[in-house]
């Protein structure tokens, strides 16, 4: 069974920053295709980046480029998101998903995956 378990929330200040780790098990990240979301009360989960270890391709929403850094280690079978110069808008669960053959093809559309982490929580407060 392909597992995701996100860690490395907490609390920062503004401008401060966060590295995410989402670790998988049940299978290995070469071949497949994470992403992250985050869902702040009241709106919709949203797409933040995706990484395909196919071919190397990353995107990012446009809020968190050139802030926000989506990596891959495959001998920790862990993808991080380095998140820096955080705002408050940025406070959010943030949670990973994906898994072997998903590729980026509409990467951001939240109802493509099936395979959801339990979230960690990012607040961004001074």
């Known amino acids: 069974q392909e597992q995701l378990v996100e860690s490395g929330g907490g609390l920062v200040q503004p401008g401060g920053s966060l590295r995410l780790s989402c670790a998988a098990s049940?299978?290995?990240?070469?071949?497949?295709?994470i992403g992250w979301f985050r869902q702040a009360p009241g709106k919709e989960r949203e797409g933040v980046s995706f990484?395909?270890?196919?071919?190397?391709?990353?995107f990012y929403t446009d809020s968190v480029k050139g802030r926000f850094t989506i990596s891959i280690d495959n001998a920790q079978n862990t993808v991080y998101l380095q998140m820096n110069s955080l705002k408050p808008e940025d406070t959010a669960v943030y949670y990973c998903?994906?898994?072997?053959?998903?590729?980026?093809?509409?990467?951001?559309?939240?109802?493509?995956?099936?395979?959801w982490g339990q979230g960690t929580q990012v607040t961004v407060s001074s």
């Open positions: 998903t994906g898994g072997t053959g998903y590729g980026c093809h509409s990467w951001s559309f939240r109802y493509k995956y099936d395979n």
């Open positions: 049940g299978f290995t990240l070469d071949g497949s295709g």
């Open positions: 990484i395909s270890t196919r071919d190397g391709r990353i």
